[in-house]
């Protein structure tokens, strides 16, 4: 048994907010598996990240199961890694709230996630202030309105109006935004610093809240003595960032508004290969990755790159005299025949077991961060 053994340790984890698809597999779950000879590693079902955003009941049950049962099927082996359920470990969210007390708003609202999915961006506060200025003032006329009529209270009435105008519509959006979203991050970084972790493997996305998770190591063990060690991030070279199918501007997300966006791991495996024939490609014909000029053709060869382990040059030559079609129909049929074999591992492990492996992973993983929070307690005066 490796798991007390004194390799490094990992800890990471997955939402389980939708559709697991290929970015996560790619990005994520592929490093864990690989991390596993060479680390005690800690494998995480982040329910409470889940419920940041609305989840109907029934369905977030399911997608819990879901999820583990994906960890499983990708080779996380329960022997060698601890997996479990965030929502079986108070400890979690007790940090979260001591670490809310030295966390402040302005280290969450630079978070781009956040942003992305809050719809709301204070460092856009400024320029849109500014647009709005430059469209109602300095194109209404009214600046040589106020210069013939030397009236300056017209001009501060006027400021006032477009400051008040902006600052409402800005806060009317905000005051929406659910405060779990806003405090996501601080979650992750109690989820990581609880079983003093060493590298966190994640994709790109999740690299700025990694960040956040070190400045609140650091934060902590300055102001209370040291507890917590800095842990590391850890991204692919290759397949970091999976893009979207539809737009490949944006990163495939199991919450995307079309699920023409991504190829689940559980998609049925025609439909997954209809879902890469129709993917956005860019002009031109030539199967050349560059993420600038071509990030559409970019982004598949990256899929076919990771699925097969093929270098993109030997990709690119490859396909030198070929086509988009020729190159999406060879794409498709790898995607088909990863999903067949990936889903009959899936299909093999039953509820039952999942929910065992679940349990049994949550009783390891508690004493660690019950030990960590003892400490941490101390530390601030409360035990
Ligand atoms: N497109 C992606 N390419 C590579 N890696 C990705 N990850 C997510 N999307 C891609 C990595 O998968 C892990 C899962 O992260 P998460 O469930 O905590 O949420 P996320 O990062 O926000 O991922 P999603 O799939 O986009 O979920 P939703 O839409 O629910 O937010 C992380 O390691 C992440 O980096």
């Given at each position: 048994m490796t798991k007390t053994n004194q390799k490094p340790r990992i800890f990471s984890g997955i939402q389980p907010s939708g559709n697991l698809h290929i970015?996560?597999?790619?990005?994520?779950?592929?490093?864990?598996?690989?991390?596993?000879?060479?680390?005690n590693c800690i494998f995480c079902v982040v329910d409470?990240?889940?419920?940041?955003?609305?989840?109907?009941?029934?369905?977030?049950?399911?997608?819990?199961?879901?999820?583990?049962?994906?960890?499983?099927?990708?080779?996380?082996?329960?022997?060698?890694s601890i997996i479990f359920q965030q929502s079986d470990i108070s400890a979690h969210t007790e940090l979260c709230w001591i670490f809310n007390t030295i966390t402040q708003n302005g280290d969450l609202t630079k978070m781009t996630q956040f942003k992305d999915k809050a719809g709301v961006d204070f460092n856009s506060l400024e320029k849109g202030l500014s647009d709005s200025w430059n469209e109602k003032i300095f194109n209404s006329g009214l600046i040589k309105k106020i210069e013939k009529e030397k009236d300056i209270s017209l001009a501060l009435n006027s400021a006032h109006?477009?400051?008040?105008?902006?600052?409402?519509?800005?806060?009317?959006?905000?005051?929406?935004?659910?405060?779990?979203?806003?405090?996501?991050?601080?979650?992750?970084a109690a989820d990581i610093l609880l079983y003093n972790t060493d590298v966190v493997p994640v994709?790109?996305?999740?690299?700025?809240?990694?960040?956040?998770?070190?400045?609140?190591?650091k934060r902590f063990n300055n102001?209370?003595?040291?507890?917590?060690?800095?842990?590391?991030?850890?991204?692919k070279k290759e397949g970091a960032r999976i893009?979207?199918?539809?737009?490949?501007?944006?990163?495939?997300?199991?919450?995307?508004?079309?699920d023409a966006n991504y190829v689940a791991l559980t998609d049925e495996p025609d439909k997954a290969a209809k879902k890469i024939m129709r993917a956005v490609t860019d002009t031109g014909k030539d199967i050349l990755y560059d993420k600038e000029n071509k990030p559409g053709i970019t982004n598949l060869i990256s899929i076919y790159s990771n699925l097969t382990e093929t270098p993109v040059r030997d990709i690119e030559k490859k396909y030198k005299r070929k086509g988009y079609g020729d190159f999406k129909k060879d794409l498709a049929e790898i995607v088909k025949k990863f999903l067949a074999d990936f889903q009959k591992k899936y299909n093999a492990i039953?509820?039952?077991d999942v929910r065992r492996i679940l349990n049994e992973g949550a009783d390891q993983a508690r004493p660690i961060a019950e030990e960590t929070l003892r400490k941490v307690k101390e530390k601030i005066g409360i035990k």
């Amino acid at each position: 048994m490796t798991k007390t053994n004194q390799k490094p340790r990992i800890f990471s984890g997955i939402q389980p907010s939708g559709n697991l698809h290929i970015g996560n597999y790619l990005g994520a779950i592929t490093q864990w598996v690989e991390m596993q000879a060479e680390y005690n590693c800690i494998f995480c079902v982040v329910d409470y990240h889940a419920i940041t955003v609305p989840q109907k009941p029934e369905v977030l049950r399911a997608k819990i199961m879901e999820t583990a049962k994906i960890y499983l099927a990708a080779g996380i082996d329960p022997k060698r890694s601890i997996i479990f359920q965030q929502s079986d470990i108070s400890a979690h969210t007790e940090l979260c709230w001591i670490f809310n007390t030295i966390t402040q708003n302005g280290d969450l609202t630079k978070m781009t996630q956040f942003k992305d999915k809050a719809g709301v961006d204070f460092n856009s506060l400024e320029k849109g202030l500014s647009d709005s200025w430059n469209e109602k003032i300095f194109n209404s006329g009214l600046i040589k309105k106020i210069e013939k009529e030397k009236d300056i209270s017209l001009a501060l009435n006027s400021a006032h109006e477009v400051i008040w105008d902006f600052v409402q519509s800005f806060k009317l959006q905000f005051n929406k935004v659910g405060v779990g979203l806003f405090d996501y991050p601080v979650l992750m970084a109690a989820d990581i610093l609880l079983y003093n972790t060493d590298v966190v493997p994640v994709g790109d996305d999740q690299t700025q809240h990694v960040e956040l998770a070190r400045d609140i190591a650091k934060r902590f063990n300055n102001r209370f003595g040291e507890i917590f060690k800095v842990p590391e991030v850890k991204i692919k070279k290759e397949g970091a960032r999976i893009m979207g199918l539809d737009n490949p501007e944006k990163k495939m997300s199991k919450s995307a508004a079309s699920d023409a966006n991504y190829v689940a791991l559980t998609d049925e495996p025609d439909k997954a290969a209809k879902k890469i024939m129709r993917a956005v490609t860019d002009t031109g014909k030539d199967i050349l990755y560059d993420k600038e000029n071509k990030p559409g053709i970019t982004n598949l060869i990256s899929i076919y790159s990771n699925l097969t382990e093929t270098p993109v040059r030997d990709i690119e030559k490859k396909y030198k005299r070929k086509g988009y079609g020729d190159f999406k129909k060879d794409l498709a049929e790898i995607v088909k025949k990863f999903l067949a074999d990936f889903q009959k591992k899936y299909n093999a492990i039953s509820d039952k077991d999942v929910r065992r492996i679940l349990n049994e992973g949550a009783d390891q993983a508690r004493p660690i961060a019950e030990e960590t929070l003892r400490k941490v307690k101390e530390k601030i005066g409360i035990k």
